[in-house]
């Protein structure tokens, strides 16, 4: 057992080494084109304006945390990480009912009017976006990475596209097929999903497992007895808020994997990574080895985070980051 955990983590480990090494490829990728200096002449402060406002409003609300890890996560889940789902005007993917739930949007909305002021017309709200999902990770307790830099904003948000991102009811084939499709394989998903160590989800996302799975009109067999009662007492209403980590929600750890192994898993998409036979030894090695879960966390966040970029020219630099700019 020692042994295979051991073996599992060196494979993952040099996976990771190799994931952010240099490219050589002869035909460059958009994300080729990031780069940890981007800013270095243009804004070199821009970093620490970013890191300052995020740690300020997560010290006043600890709650907008996992809020912008989540939002940059819808970011990039849909036309890539270009701040599409910042924008705010009807049809919209901020404005669909599924995106209903995300928050953060005046953290950004801050940083971005102190960088206008500071250097106009230079850093986009996508880099913006993800700086932030990157400190307030640190800030909850998780690992730190570098973030490249270089994004450009999109112009075009659409509301039906914000459907797109999984809402906690598909099955493992559907998550693994839907996070090929932006690039991300089956580790990239585990340990992302590991986000849901911190934060919370309405009681709408998984009611159906506390009264009625599957149109059985019973709960779901793979929910804890003494977490359904108390889910139970926790549901009121559709809209109330359940931590996704019972145990420690606010806390950047392991813990969101070990209870995975004590049927403590809040949506049906967490849970269901335990018992998929794709995705259960991932469980079961984050589970054991902290260390191995940080370090992964960071190499798929950088690996996130340079989702269908724009660069160059594929994309401007927003003034305001709800809306693109007139031409
Ligand atoms: C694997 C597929 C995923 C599914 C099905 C999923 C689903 C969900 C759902 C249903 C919620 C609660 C939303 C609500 O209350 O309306 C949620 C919250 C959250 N998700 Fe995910 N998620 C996934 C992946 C991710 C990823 C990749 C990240 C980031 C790396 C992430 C970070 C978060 C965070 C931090 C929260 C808490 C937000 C808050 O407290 O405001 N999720 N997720
Ligand atoms: C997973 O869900 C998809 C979409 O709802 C469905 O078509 C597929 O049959 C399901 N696969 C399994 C293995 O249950
Ligand atoms: C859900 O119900 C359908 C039809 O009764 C059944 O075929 C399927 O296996 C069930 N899925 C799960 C995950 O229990
Ligand atoms: C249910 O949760 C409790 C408390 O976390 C744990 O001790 C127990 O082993 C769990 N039961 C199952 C079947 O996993």
Known sequence: MKFGHLALFVFLLH????????????????????????????????????????GAWIQKDFTLAPSLIRLHFHD?????????????????ERASYVSSTLRGFQVIDEIKAALEKRCPRTVSCADILTAAARDATV?????????????????????????????????????????????????DLVTLSGAHTIGRASCSTFLNRVYNFNGTKRPDPSLNTSYLNLLKRRCRRTTDLVYLDVITPRTFDTVYYTNLQKKVGLLTTDQELHSDQRTSPFVEAMASQPFLFQNQFLVSMVKLGNVQVLTRNGGEVRMNCNYVNHR
């Open 15 to 54: 996976l990771g080494l190799s994931a952010i090494e240099p490219v050589t490829a002869t035909t460059k990728n958009p994300a080729d084109y990031l780069s940890f200096d981007y800013y270095l002449k243009t804004c070199p402060d821009a970093e620490g304006i970013i890191q300052q406002k995020v």
């Open 139 to 187: 800030f909850a307790g998780g690992p730190f990475w570098q973030v490249p830099f270089g994004r450009k904003d999109g112009r075009i948000s659409i509301d039906k596209e914000a459907e797109r991102v999984p809402q906690g009811h598909e099955n493992v084939t559907t998550l693994i097929n839907y996070f090929k499709t932006i690039g991300l394989d089956i580790l």
């Open 76 to 92: 990039c889940a849909v036309r890539g990480c270009d701040a599409s789902i910042l924008l705010n005007f009807k049809g919209s």
